[in-house]
């Protein structure tokens, strides 16, 4: 899950050639074709999605793009507790409604996301002001009324969001876990989300999963373990903001030792951006390398996706569904106008990862 819109801090293909490069099946970059790219919701198999703000919505190019390319969209951001909850536990699920209803009125499916996230509510839900049996009544009256309220409509919800600690180390502290227990505030929140919709998908959402094995090992044992508490897990997100340096073999590795557990897999954030967080060095990556990379790892997760078995194929989505729209572009996220980490390029045209997934998808 990565940062908020702007209001807040927060079988004919792609007409380009790619020449393929030694076993890492890596590309050389080609400009995008002129026409637009064929319709990703039919080549994918399973639905495939983008997340949406209300700010897109307002965009007729963006609608456009949607209806021709998706056929599931994720709330960026209007469904997330700094959005939906105010002081004094004060709920407002007005963009929320409007994002629902415009996938309703065009015939997509929506997958919530997300309810309880470590980084959120801890001004309202503060564990050390607020009584220890408030802050469970509210806890569940919060979930039980935000799910609840789409009863029947949702697809899925991303129940917990990111509980792992970020180099794989055990799990996060948080206002949720020091007022209800570290397994207990999910096991609760689950519990509270299937009794408000039995027939959603509830989904463990994460990220840093393919890139870094000890996280998908911790994950993949905390899904195993909440399972045995009895939590009604029914699906594992991996978010995939997928770093595209990391060793080829190491996406397909995680995909297999999740669907090992038998639950649908949602590919549920997909990016991958061409420039490196941090500092350090200088990068002398070449434009045509850094693209190289990016279709070898999309790629190798395309292809790890398809070889999953039909039922545990949730949905592919994509963080953003053209360039322009990513959250890596904007002001109040990374603030990178140059950056092309998603499928399509701002017009709609076929990006050189595109192809990778076509290729996987269709062979």
Same mark, same amino acid.
């Given at each position: ?15 380009? *050639?790619?020449?393929?490069? =030694? ?7 080609? %400009? ?27 965009? *007729? ?12 969209? @994720? ?8 959005? @939906? ?5 004060? /709920? !407002?699920? #007005? %963009? ?19 309810? &309880? ?21 509210? /806890? !569940? ?7 609840? $309220?789409? $009863? #029947? ?9 990111? %509980? ?20 207990? /505030?999910?096991? $609760? ?7 408000? !919709? ?13 890139? &870094? ?35 080829? #073999? ?6 297999? !030792? ?14 991958? %951006? ?7 060095? *200088? ?6 390398? $850094?693209?190289?990379?990016?279709? =070898? ?16 194929? /949730? ?32 017009? #709609? ?12 998808? @269709?062979?």
């Amino acid at each position: 899950m990565r940062a908020d819109p702007p209001r807040l801090n927060r079988r004919a293909l792609l007409a380009a *050639p790619i020449a393929l490069a =030694a076993c890492d099946r890596l590309a050389v970059a080609q %400009p995008a074709s002129g026409a637009p790219a064929p319709p990703l919701k039919d080549i994918v198999p399973a639905p495939f999605g983008a997340a949406a703000t209300t700010w897109h919505l307002n965009q *007729p190019d963006w609608v456009e793009q949607i209806l021709r390319h998706c056929a599931q969209l @994720t709330p960026e951001w209007e469904q997330k507790m700094e959005r @939906t909850l105010g002081p004094g536990f004060v /709920y !407002d699920f #007005g %963009p929320s409604d409007r994002v629902v209803a415009f996938a309703r009125d065009n015939g997509l499916r929506v997958h919530g996301h997300t309810l &309880i996230w470590y980084s959120q509510g801890a001004d309202v839900f503060d564990d050390a002001t607020v009584p220890r049996d408030r802050f469970a009544v509210e /806890y !569940d009256r919060y979930i039980s009324t935000f799910v609840g $309220r789409y $009863r #029947g409509r949702m697809a899925g919800w991303d129940v917990v969001n990111e %509980p792992v600690a970020e180099d794989g180390d055990g799990l996060r502290d948080c206002h949720w876990s020091r007022a209800l227990g570290m397994d207990g /505030y999910m096991v $609760r929140a689950f519990e509270q989300a299937k009794l408000a !919709d039995p027939e959603a998908t509830l989904f463990l959402n994460e990220y840093n999963l393919e890139n &870094i094995p000890r996280k998908g090992a911790t994950f993949l044992r905390l899904v195993e373990r909440l399972l045995e508490l009895g939590a009604p897990i029914g699906g594992i997100g991996t978010q995939s903001h997928l770093n595209i340096e990391i060793p080829a #073999g190491r996406i397909t590795a995680f995909m297999r !030792d999740a669907a090992s557990l038998g639950l649908p897999i949602h590919v549920s954030e997909l990016d991958f %951006p061409m420039q490196r967080d941090g500092g350090g060095l *200088p990068d002398l990556r070449s434009t045509a390398e $850094r693209r190289a990379q990016q279709v =070898a790892r999309v790629g190798e997760l395309a292809e790890a996706f398809m070889a999953l078995p039909e039922r545990q194929r /949730y949905a592919f989505t994509t963080w953003g569904l053209r360039d322009s729209d990513s959250w890596l572009t904007r002001a109040e996220g990374k603030n990178r106008p140059d950056e092309s980490a998603l499928l399509l390029d701002a017009r #709609g045209r076929a990006n050189p990862a595109y192809q990778a997934v076509a290729d996987a998808f @269709t062979r």
